[in-house]
């Protein structure tokens, strides 16, 4: 039996000049095919897509090698033209869902590191549909790169109310799936995207949401791995908190909570707390004044998300009113800094907590 061909997007800038050493070939085409993979955003093996390449070396990497790009099974535009979402084709079958965002001066990847996940997060519709499997390096990567190619289509400009031609900038693993489950697969697609030849995503401008897995965000501080960390905290009790996101009963709010400041010591870095705020469950002055107790002295900064609508939870999002003064209390009580999510692509479940195959 034939191995399995290797996905160029599962490898390393390293490893993909290290694998053209071993068939014989100068390292000059590795460094060829890296452009073409992530300047040129080729997106097949073809000839024509190939043509820097020399002759002989095409039949040899079309043996060994995969693309793995992921074909559209669905493209979604909220009413607004600042989201798209993408359904997109696993090769066995499986699907995930991928957004591009558009606000004021760039552009964001929301990606999936798993096919569903095993978190169950009562008002996330990924968490309401189970866990399947984790994404391996390269279908995160492929991603990225299926964002930055749809941003340089004649159509995609032709439909941006921003400025055309922009460039992918920014990117969130906070769509299906839990990171830190996924933790190797997650952190190598980082480092493909972080490479200065390649899509050169900053590490500054990559932001990894946790449900709060506590030896992951330890293994984090232990690496220093520079992307961004946000956790996701929602509630400032362990009971409250268990309520709403069940992975707080394996990892009760004391023992993350400590996780967090070993994190903050470590790496000097804050850690962004996310709040989704659910009128009547989460988002009253008194919930405001845990919320500043539990952060006290920690450098953080807390993104607060009204409540994005399931089919799977019945709560209802927060009032603006009542979002301002929760921001308020942080801010003048506790010299918390705070930000309101920018609603992006609710109108097509785009937005936080709402990503579900189909939906």
């Known amino acids: 039996m034939s191995a399995v061909p290797t996905n160029l997007y599962d490898l390393t800038r390293a490893q993909l000049l290290a694998r053209f050493e071993a068939w014989g070939f100068s390292p000059v085409h590795a460094a060829t095919l890296w452009n073409q993979l992530y300047l040129g955003l080729i997106d097949s093996l073809s000839d024509e897509a190939l043509a820097d390449l020399p002759a002989k070396v095409r039949p040899k990497l079309r043996a060994e090698m995969s693309l793995g790009v992921l074909p559209t099974a669905l493209a979604t535009d909220s009413s607004d033209g600042f989201t798209r979402k993408y359904l997109l084709a696993l090769a066995d079958g499986e699907r995930i869902e991928t957004v591009l965002m558009r606000f004021t001066g760039r552009v964001t990847a929301c990606v999936s590191s798993q096919v569903g996940c095993a978190m169950g997060c009562v008002f996330c519709a990924t968490g309401q549909m189970g866990y399947t499997r984790h994404l391996t390096p390269g279908e995160i990567v492929a991603q990225a790169v299926h964002v930055a190619r749809a941003l340089r289509s004649p159509a995609d400009a032709a439909r941006s109310p921003t ?21 190797d697969a997650v952190m190598h697609a980082a480092d493909i995207l972080r490479d200065p030849n390649g899509l050169a995503l900053g590490a500054e401008r990559i932001t990894l949401s946790t449900v709060g897995v506590v030896p992951g965000i330890l293994r984090l501080a232990q690496e220093s791995r520079p992307v ?11 009971a409250e908190r268990a309520a709403l996101v069940p992975a707080a009963k394996k990892w009760p709010l004391d023992e993350l909570m400590a996780a967090c400041r070993t994190y903050s010591e470590t790496t000097g870095r804050r850690i962004f707390y996310e709040w989704t705020l ?26 607060l998300i009204p409540l994005n609508p399931t089919t799977g939870y019945d709560g209802a999002p927060t009032r603006t009113d009542a979002a301002k003064a929760f921001q308020k209390i942080l801010g003048d009580e506790f010299g918390l800094p705070s930000t309101v999510r920018q609603r992006r692509g609710i109108d097509i479940a785009a937005g936080c907590g709402q990503l579900a195959i189909g939906a």
């Open 163 to 183: 400025a055309p031609g922009e460039r992918l900038r920014n990117l969130v693993l906070m769509g299906m799936g839990e990171p830190l489950h996924n933790y």
């Open 228 to 238: 961004h960390l946000a956790v996701s905290l929602h509630a400032a009790t362990q």
């Open 278 to 303: 659910i009128a009547g469950k989460n988002d009253t002055a008194d919930h405001a004044r845990a919320v500043g107790n539990l952060l006290r002295g920690l450098p953080a900064q807390v993104n």
